[in-house]
């Protein structure tokens, strides 16, 4: 039934004039979404993106679902519609239409017994002989002519259905939905981040955040082998290879960590290891980024979650990185996490119960407020720290997700 589908911009609406490039980068995000779909064109038509096979044919109902499910992840949409696509004329409107609205009159009819419907009905070819109120009238006749009178009616307000109606100069196309798309802006529009991604629940959404801001993530994790299991990092490289559905597939740097933690554990007092950890993290995770060419280092801590995360610890951890932390959650709460988590499908990889580096030699009462001049009389004491992050970063494993 339906031949096209009608995308609508979120933010790219009010840019100014590099507009262009965020249509086309939309475009190009589409195209890859939609690809295991033969002979698809994606084009650009007055403000709207259009999706349609080659020769125009109809999609089959499998290729709906594969484009439904798929454009849910092109970032940048405000909504889209399957629509049916006619010639500029009232009768292909009322064909259309006759054809069309049937299946949805019947699945309301199956939870009532009288279906309120209305016509709504636009019109941007101003000379067009009918006004959308007329077009509105006409199109209405042709949608109840197969029901019984008292089985109808007409609300303008809340209808059970709603037939949309558009007419241009060049077409005219019919639809009955909007499904929402995720907003924000296209994936590869802004400047790439790399990610410190873990197996938990909040590093992959910030990850989906970050996404939404149109950045491209390339990701690191941390493992510390032969005292976290090789399921630690698979458990990542699954994760890595869902989010990067959302996006171009990116690459998985997987460092171990545990030569450092070995350093810290036999130098170092116990109750500052996680902030001494987190340190040496983000220094590896920026000389990772500055040799990658990522502009900014992403983690998911929110103020206060645990002891690494406490506003002053969260300081003297940024400390030790040269570089932009990005925080998207910094102010979430967890239930909003896990929900979100939820929605773009991560929750259940994250869920399942796997050690990571963080567990190694974990203090029992850990610093929840470590000023820095007392973290650098620590390091102080660590033996040629420098030269042992050289030899980790050497030796990190490159994934492709």
């Not at 060049?170 to 790439?192: D, M, Q």
């Not at 939404?212 to 082998?225: A, E, P, Q, W």
């Amino acid at each position: 039934m339906y031949n096209a589908i009608i995308c609508r911009y979120h933010e790219i609406a009010i840019k100014g004039n590099n507009r262009n490039m965020f249509e086309t980068r939309m475009i190009e995000n589409i195209y890859h979404l939609l690809r295991c779909i033969d002979s698809i064109r994606v084009s650009k038509v007055r403000g709207r993106i259009w999706i349609e096979h080659k020769d125009r044919s109809r999609f089959s109902s499998e290729e709906l679902e594969v484009i439904k499910s798929q454009l849910q992840k092109a970032f940048g949409l405000e909504s889209f519609s399957p629509v049916i696509m006619t010639e500029p004329a009232l009768e292909a409107l009322q064909e259309a239409v006759s054809k069309s609205c049937r299946q949805y009159f019947d699945k309301a009819f199956e939870s009532r017994q009288v279906v309120s419907f209305r016509i709504r009905a636009k019109r941007s070819d101003k000379k067009f002989p009918l006004d959308s109120k007329q077009i509105e009238i006409e199109l209405a006749k042709v949608a109840g002519s197969n029901y019984d009178y008292d089985s109808l009616n007409i609300d303008l307000e809340n209808a059970d259905v709603t037939v949309w109606c558009e007419l241009r100069q060049e077409f005219a196309f019919v639809y009955y939905e909007t499904i929402r798309g995720p907003g924000g802006l296209p994936v590869g529009s802004n400047s790439p981040v790399l990610a410190l991604l873990s197996g938990g629940i909040d590093s992959p959404v910030a990850c989906y955040e970050i996404m939404k801001r149109g950045c491209r993530c390339d990701f690191l994790t941390f493992h510390s082998s032969p005292y976290t299991p090789q399921d630690t990092v698979d458990k990542v490289k699954t994760i890595a290879g869902h989010l990067n559905s959302f996006q171009l597939p990116r690459r998985l740097f997987i460092c171990n960590l545990a030569p450092m933690q070995k350093l810290i554990r036999d130098n170092c007092t116990p109750r500052f290891r996680t902030v001494l950890y987190r340190r040496m993290m983000f220094r590896i995770a920026e000389r990772v980024a500055r040799r990658h060419k990522r502009f900014a280092l992403l983690t998911g801590e929110s103020v206060g979650q645990v002891a690494s995360q406490t506003i002053v610890n969260m300081a003297t951890i940024d400390n030790a990185a040269n570089m932009l932390v990005l925080r998207p959650l910094v102010g979430t709460d967890k239930n909003d996490a896990v929900a979100l988590a939820r929605r773009i499908g991560t929750y259940q990889l994250s869920k399942q119960q796997v050690p990571d580096s963080c567990t190694v030699f974990a203090p029992p009462s850990p610093a929840t407020s470590a000023p820095l001049f007392k973290i650098e009389e620590e390091e102080a004491k660590l033996p040629e720290w420098e030269k042992l992050i050289e030899e980790i970063i050497d030796s990190i494993e490159v994934c492709e997700c």
